[in-house]
Every structure is written in structure tokens, then in C-alpha cells.
């Protein structure tokens, strides 16, 4: 069962847009973390932010969590073409796995 | 640094046979966990090994099994495979498991036919 979940499924931008996710999940967290995946390929580690933390940066991303309203944010500024992929969110909650969302796939147009 | 090689990158086989994916951790990374993606359940965990000890297992059949080794390499093996375990096998390392960052592997497409 999956603990995330992603919203929108999917987000189409124009170039040089912002790009916001949004991720909700059900029991308590250690950390939350952010994936990007191209096509089928691994996952890129994003960022990961911890339950006693409320917002990270880390160069065109920002990351929010709500942990009142179990719940997080990606913003991607000033997209570009190569940030065409899948945006996952997963939760560590003690029990050494990660547990994904379904995704939003984000398409940046040129 | 290298990153978490796995190996192989694509495999096809036949229903009934049996399968061993491979993974090698980033060096001094000693957990070591598995996942499945299928475009219909999306990630699901498999199991994580810390030290050569399965700490987490996840909701699937006997079939599929994993073992980590001194070096913190891991393999997983699936027995008597059916056509629903074609999917993308990733495998991912981190620190301690549960407080850093998990690294991904490129994963292996297993398709069963």
C-alpha cells in the first residue's frame, strides 16, 4: 500500500514557470523525501526534509512539510526542459523503507 | 563516489524460471532495500537489509527473497516467475536506512514471457 499521495497526477508548464506538487500521507514520519525520475530510469535523490524541519531549499527547489496537516510541498522555479520527468514523494516512518506516491509527472514546455 | 550499480540492466526470461538481480551499494553504505515498479502498483517496497539482516519486509510472496552479504552488496532472487513480475527491479543504498538520503540504482528490467 502506498503511504503518499501526489497531487496533481500530472502538470504541464510552459518554460520558465514555476512548478508545485503537492504530497499528503496517512501516519508519522521521520523524513520525507523528493525523487525525480526520467522515463523509466532510477530515481535522482532530491531532498530530504526531516519532521522537526518546515521548509528546505536546494538551488531551484523548495520543499515545505505540515506535519499538523501530514503534508508536503515541491516548488520547482524557473523550470526548464530538462525538468521533464516524474516527481515522487516517499515518508520514512521507523521502519526502514520508503514509501512512494504515485507521482505527478511534470511536462515542461519548450 | 561511484553510485549503487546494478546489474543486469535488462533481463528477459520465461515463465517458471528463476531470477537473481544483483546490487552493489555506494562504498560504506550498509543499507541496502528493494523495490518494484510496475506501471499499475507504482513503487512497492520488497525488503531492506542492514549489516546482512533483513530488518523490513514488504506484502509479497515467498517467491521473492533477497540476502545481503559481509560487503553490503545484495542480490534478490525470484522463484518460478509469472508474467506479473515484469516490472522494473530498483535498488537503492543509504547510510543507516531510515534518517539519510536512499540512493538509487539504474535497475533492472526484468520482463517475463
Known amino acids: 500500500s502506498q503511504q503518499g499521495e501526489e497531487d496533481p497526477q500530472a502538470l504541464s508548464i510552459q518554460e520558465g514557470e514555476n512548478a508545485t506538487m503537492n504530497c499528503s500521507y496517512k501516519?508519522?514520519?521521520?523524513?520525507l523525501q523528493w525523487y525525480r525520475q526520467n522515463s523509466g530510469r532510477g530515481l535522482v535523490h532530491l531532498i530530504l526534509?526531516?519532521?522537526?524541519?518546515r521548509e528546505k531549499h536546494s538551488g531551484r527547489l523548495r520543499v515545505t512539510l505540515d506535519t499538523s496537516k501530514k503534508s508536503s510541498s515541491l516548488l520547482i522555479t524557473a523550470s526548464r526542459a530538462a525538468d521533464t520527468a516524474s516527481y515522487f514523494c516517499?515518508?520514512?516512518?521507523?521502519?526502514?523503507?520508503?514509501?512512494f506516491g504515485a507521482g505527478t509527472t511534470v511536462t515542461v514546455r519548450a | 563516489k561511484a553510485g549503487v550499480t546494478q546489474t543486469p540492466r535488462y533481463l528477459i526470461k520465461t515463465r517458471g524460471q528463476q531470477v537473481t538481480l544483483s546490487c552493489s551499494p555506494i562504498s560504506g553504505h550498509r543499507s541496502v532495500s528493494w523495490y518494484q515498479q510496475t506501471p499499475g502498483q507504482g513503487l512497492q517496497f520488497l525488503f531492506e537489509y542492514f549489516s546482512e539482516t533483513q530488518r523490513n519486509k514488504g506484502n509479497f510472496p515467498g517467491r521473492f527473497s533477497g540476502r545481503q552479504f559481509s560487503n553490503s552488496r545484495s542480490e534478490m532472487n525470484v522463484s518460478t516467475l509469472e508474467l506479473g513480475d515484469s516490472a522494473l527491479y530498483l535498488c537503492?543504498?543509504?547510510?543507516?536506512?531510515?534518517?539519510?538520503?536512499?540512493?538509487f540504482g539504474q535497475g533492472t528490467r526484468l520482463t517475463v514471457v
Open positions: 516517499a515518508t520514512v516512518s521507523n521502519d526502514y523503507k520508503l514509501s
Open positions: 526534509i526531516r519532521s522537526n524541519e
Open positions: 537503492a543504498s543509504s547510510l543507516s536506512g531510515d534518517l539519510d538520503e536512499a540512493f
Open positions: 501516519t508519522s514520519i521521520n523524513n
